[in-house]
């Protein structure tokens, strides 16, 4: 008799997950790559408009959101890059367990490996623009649910350039359109706080965005795959 | 009862009828739309009344805003036709889809160019991140985003497929853009700036537009069948029917 058990889900799902993190530990050196990039970026700033710092602490916020936004735009490109070459997608794409949980569980691993340090690094940018140390809560809190946010809808994107060699510019000009309400929403709440206004508004709104994307996206990302990899 | 509609449709999406439909379609397409076009142009440049505020600065309305229309009108179409070429798998669909992109896109870009030239002379400024104008430009980047992925595909069917996939997307974006921005842009400063309501048109104004808007649909209908045909040709270039009209215009 052949054996027909199948891992259970949850297994399957932190297989995959443990997969990606230890592939992504593996290559530390990638992952801090994005958080260079954003320091550079955001050391830039002062060279570009000048050291005054009520300048600098008018649009820290905005530039420290702008920063994490093109470093993860950097790193998404490779969401599954090495996947797609080495044909573990496929492989992903034949087994029982429905895609869309399983492509979540990658578009989670690839945000704990780059969104996160970011975030980390985050209120060392903001304190290199002068931002306020009242406002560096609603920064974090701004940038907890925003980073998913991008995470989830930049995997739906890379999955439809699955089938395509080179995706870098092509991911930016498809990921700015589906970014500008969640910029708005992120500058909206900083702005906010900066001012003393209640921020709580535009921080429930990217609440809501989230916890619509967490349901969707993984589908809309898998419903992709199969059409980009379909051949 | 009326059951050859349901029977030409379907008849239509096969390449070669529609071929030929298009063929026949898309000269009186373009002899209407010259003809509204010029209509239009001379009701709304010579007939229309000035503008009390604006003088005759304003006339740059009939084309602005029919193109406004159109950008929409076409991003519509192409939505609808990716939703039938996903979910059917038509390949007629397919070629509508990505045949009314450029269109799209250049309506788009008609469109923010003759807003920003009258708004040099209105606000005094050439671009301004009102809501509409935000939402405009980032209407043209979607389509921009459909027709690079399209191209970015070497299998021009599955570019095809994967960017209609992407034009539904933008289609459930595209309101959530248009709201977040004028949620953004009524926090920060008041709205100054008021386009001419339709209600308070002068009449004298209405008939060129409205003519404008007609020249302008039937130009996107004889544009898409041109370019339908050529991507239909370069589509089924193996196929028996593609080989008669080559070995015809030899022989012709």
Redesign the interface.
């Known amino acids: 008799m052949l054996d027909t058990r199948r891992p259970g889900l949850v297994h399957a799902c932190m297989a995959v997950l443990r997969r990606d993190l230890t592939l992504a530990w593996r290559q530390r050196g990638d992952m801090m790559l994005p958080v260079l990039y954003a320091l550079i970026v955001t050391s830039l700033f002062p060279f570009a408009l000048g050291p005054e710092s009520a300048l600098l602490r008018r649009i820290a916020g905005g530039a420290v959101l702008v920063t994490v936004l093109l470093a993860m735009l950097l790193a998404l490109d490779a969401m599954f890059r090495s996947d797609i070459e080495d044909g573990s997608l496929e492989q992903l794409m034949l087994a029982p367990q429905p895609l869309a949980l399983m492509m979540g569980m990658k578009i989670l691993a690839h945000w704990l490996a780059t969104a996160l340090p970011l975030i980390v690094i985050a209120p060392l940018l903001a304190g290199m623009l002068h931002l306020p140390g009242a406002v560096m809560p609603v920064l974090l809190a701004a940038l907890l649910l925003a980073t998913p946010l991008l995470s989830l809808l930049g995997g ?2 890379v999955a ?2 699955a ?5 870098g510019m ?1 991911l930016a ?2 990921l ?3 970014c ?2 969640v910029v ?2 992120a500058a ?1 709440a900083l ?2 706080a900066q001012e003393g206004l209640p921020w709580i508004a535009p921080i429930a709104w990217l609440g809501a965005a989230l916890v619509l994307a967490v349901v969707l996206a993984p589908l ?1 990302c898998a ?2 795959l199969r ?2 990899l ?2 | 009862m009326a059951n050859w509609i349901p029977l030409w449709l379907h008849k239509l999406s096969s390449p070669p009828v529609f071929y030929r439909f298009a063929g026949v379609l898309r000269p009186w397409a373009i002899a209407l739309a010259v003809l509204l076009g010029l209509v239009a142009l001379y009701g709304g440049l010579v007939l229309a009344p000035p503008d009390y505020q604006q003088g005759d600065d304003y006339r740059i309305i009939f084309i602005h805003v029919p193109s406004a229309w159109m950008s929409l009108f076409i991003y519509g179409v192409m939505g609808v036709a990716a939703f039938i070429a996903l979910v059917w798998r038509i390949k007629l669909a397919e070629v509508v889809a990505m045949a009314s992109a450029p269109i799209g896109a250049a309506f788009t870009f008609i469109t923010l160019v003759t807003g920003s030239l009258w708004g040099v002379r209105m606000w005094g400024t050439w671009w301004t991140w009102d809501a509409r104008l935000t939402s405009e430009l980032v209407l043209l980047f979607l389509y921009l985003g459909v027709i690079a992925l399209y191209h970015s595909f070497e299998d021009r069917r599955q570019g095809a497929r994967t960017a209609a996939f992407l034009a539904l997307i933008g289609i459930v974006n595209v309101p959530i853009v248009h709201f977040s921005v004028v949620w953004w842009n009524t926090l920060h400063q008041g709205s100054t700036i008021k386009l001419l309501g339709p209600s308070t048109i002068a009449p004298g104004m209405v008939w060129p537009l409205l003519t404008m808007m007609v020249a302008t649909k039937l130009y996107y209908v004889a544009s898409l069948c041109s370019r339908a045909r050529a991507d239909l040709l370069a589509l089924e270039s193996g196929k028996d029917w593609v080989r008669q009209i080559a070995e015809n215009e030899v022989r012709g």
């Open positions: 739906i994107l439809l350039t089938g395509t060699r080179r995706s092509l000009l498809m700015l359109p589906l500008v309400p708005i929403f909206g702005a906010a809309a419903a992709a059409i980009a379909d051949s």
